[in-house]
């Protein structure tokens, strides 16, 4: 009887652990396939189209023609920086104590204002729809402004939206019009104006882009000695510094478009300059826009091991007006095409391609490289599937994914 009971304790046992065995068993499998659905992270960035440029970054010093404005004092400039202006304009006011350009900045905003009614009372019978139209969007700019910290966009955005408020006003029969409140600026005006009169004044000596020596003093030296230099004269210059001008100037007025980078560099970068005629010049931070300019000249030295290069460019704006001494970005050659992360690629049986997404499947597409650089590749924007280059517009590349592969699930 013992005997008996021992056994069937025995098989409960065996049995017991074996169910536990099983169950474990089960619940690694299920801890595992978790873990590979949950576990396929995919990171994905769509193909999009893009420039490239094979570039250069060069030490220089941009000079362009200009007629000298003299002058000196509590300047007050009545024209902006990279303004046309023409011989005998007035650029700026001698002011010979504070009040008077506080006077000034009065009277600016006077007349912002005076205008802004005046166009006001010219929306008598708009169309409602266009004037609701036109205030929201005067209000989404506005709080664009505000929300990127856009202080020099904010007043403009300010005053039109101002515009639009007072012409849904006038349309709509809430206010008759601002004939009063123009006459109380206008009388206003009429007294500051008083008050500035007989000051004297700097003008123009010239006709062409001006830039005030607050924004930026022309440095102490003349184009022809940089002409005249040789590579390791230049380089020697730029190493030094070059000090801005102890002149007392108001501003200075560049005669046309053109101005000419000056600058140096090793023999093996001055070979990339090798039948460029066409670069697009830059300096970022400053102009971030690539500009369209040309080769003039490469002057290489074998013996110092360096070459001169001069960049010419046809285009002015304030922005090139405040130029000194810069690091530009120089694009000698530019590419079009569609732009893929690098992380992206793979060679699977000899052919470079990415996997593309396509709703819950991976597929590899083979793509022709037309450049690349330290983070991306850019390839053709033909791309067709068959061919040498799959890869289209708007594809979905995974830059990231576990156990990718051509037909594989995601």
Not at 13 to 19: D, E, F, Q, S
Not at 337 to 358: F, N, P, S, T
Request: aromatic share 8%; charged share 25%.
């Amino acid at each position: 009887m013992l005997e008996r009971e021992k056994r069937r304790r025995a098989a409960i046992r065996a049995a017991l652990i074996m169910g536990g065995i099983l169950f474990l068993m089960a619940a690694v499998y299920i801890v595992v396939q978790l873990y590979v659905i949950l576990g396929r992270n995919y990171k994905t960035e769509t193909a999009i189209a893009y420039t490239m440029a094979d570039s250069v970054t060069l030490t220089g010093v941009v000079m362009y023609d200009t007629i000298d404005v003299p002058g000196e004092g509590n300047l007050g400039y009545l024209v902006e920086d990279g303004e046309r202006v023409s011989e005998g304009n007035v650029l700026a006011e001698i002011y010979t104590d504070e009040s008077q350009g506080v006077a000034r900045e009065r009277l600016i905003r006077l007349d912002s204002d005076i205008d802004l009614l005046t166009k006001s009372q010219n929306a008598v019978g708009s169309d409602l729809t266009l004037l609701t139209t036109q205030t929201r969007t005067a209000l989404l700019n506005l709080l664009d402004q505000l929300d990127t910290a856009s202080y020099s966009g904010m007043s403009d955005a300010t005053d039109e939206f101002l515009l639009a408020q007072n012409r849904m006003q006038v349309s709509t029969g809430q206010t008759s019009g601002f004939d009063s409140a123009i006459a109380s600026l206008q009388a206003e005006r009429a007294e500051v104006a008083a008050s500035l009169e007989g000051l004297a004044t700097i003008t123009a000596q010239g006709n062409g882009y001006f830039i005030s020596s607050a924004s930026s003093m022309p440095l102490d030296i003349d184009e022809q000695t940089l002409i005249d230099d040789t590579p390791a004269a230049l380089q020697d210059r730029l190493k030094q510094g070059i000090p801005e001008s102890t002149e007392a100037l108001a501003g200075r007025i560049a005669e046309g478009f053109s101005w000419r980078f000056y600058t140096v560099c090793d023999l093996e970068t001055a070979a990339r300059f090798d039948g460029v005629s066409k670069v697009y010049i830059s300096v970022p931070g400053k102009q971030d826009t690539p500009l369209s300019a040309k080769v003039s000249s490469v002057t290489p030295d074998e013996d110092a091991g360096l070459a001169k290069v001069i960049i010419e460019c046809q285009t002015i704006n304030a922005d090139v007006l405040r130029f000194g001494i810069e690091d530009a970005q120089i694009d000698l050659y530019t590419y079009e095409g569609i732009r893929i992360d690098k992380q992206a690629l793979h060679i699977v049986d000899g052919e470079k391609g990415v996997y593309v997404k396509y709703g819950n499947l991976q597929r590899f597409r083979k793509i022709t490289i037309l450049y690349e650089d330290e983070n991306y590749l850019l390839v053709p924007d033909d791309g067709k599937v068959g061919t040498d280059n799959e890869v289209r517009l708007y594809d979905e590349i995974i830059v990231e994914g576990f156990n990718l592969q051509d037909g594989g699930l995601i």
